[in-house]
Every structure is written in C-alpha cells, then in structure tokens.
Nanobody, 118 residues
Framework: EWQLVESGGGSVQVGGSLRLSCTASVTFDTSQLGWYRQAPGNECELVSYIRSDGAADYVDPVKGRFTISQDRSKNTVYLQMNSLRPEDTAVYYC?????????????WGQGTQVTVSS
C-alpha cells in the first residue's frame, strides 16, 4: 500500500517562510498531487495543484505567496510558502487531486503542521 509523506512544517512568525515536501512511497506522477490544508474546526480545502496542462493553480488567499513545484525523479512535490499569515495556520496534506472518491486530508499521509504567529 503506497503512502504520501509530508514534511517541512513548523512554527514561524508572520512574514516567514516554509518549504513543504510531499514524497510518494512508490513511483507516482507527481503532477497528480495537490496540496490541501485543514485548520481546526474547518473543512479540508485545496491550496494548490498542477493542472493537466502543466500550469499551477492556487486558491486566491495564497496567490503570489505560495509556489508549487515537483521533482519527478524524487517522487516529490513541494510547496514554497512565503509571507506567511496567521490564517495559513493548518495541517497541510498532499493528495491526488483527481481522485475525488477519496478524502484529501488526513488520509494518504499524516500531514505536516504549519503554525504562524503574530
């Protein structure tokens, strides 16, 4: 059974940066992986993914601050997060964005906690 391992989270102050990584345990098309997040009391929400045309897409609150990238040779997708805000605090997960029959948060991996303090 394959799994996704997220890492790179931590505690930073407002305006700080973090780089998250998500590595698949088996060879996997990393362009199929998107980043999601879930804050306490909130639903799981999409943050970013790479569309089928190869372009990256982002939810409005993170546009201009977050960048998704991939390294196919390492089965890894990254999320560079800059200018972090308190509202970015959440557990971040990666998941296959097109597999709509499966949960996106707290299912494929353990997630990585991001905490932004003012």
């Amino acid at each position: 059974e394959w799994q996704l391992v997220e890492s790179g989270g931590g505690s930073v102050q407002v305006g700080g940066s973090l780089r998250l990584s998500c590595t698949a345990s088996v060879t996997f098309d990393t362009s199929q992986l998107g980043w999601y997040r879930q804050a306490p009391g909130n639903e799981c929400e999409l943050v970013s993914y790479i569309r089928s045309d190869g372009a990256a897409d982002y939810v409005d609150p993170v546009k201009g601050r977050f960048t998704i990238s991939q390294d196919r040779s390492k089965n890894t997708v990254y999320l560079q997060m800059n200018s972090l805000r308190p509202e970015d605090t959440a557990v971040y997960y990666c998941a296959p964005w097109s597999w709509s029959d499966f949960p996106r948060c707290n299912y494929w991996g353990q997630g990585t906690q991001v905490t932004v303090s003012s």
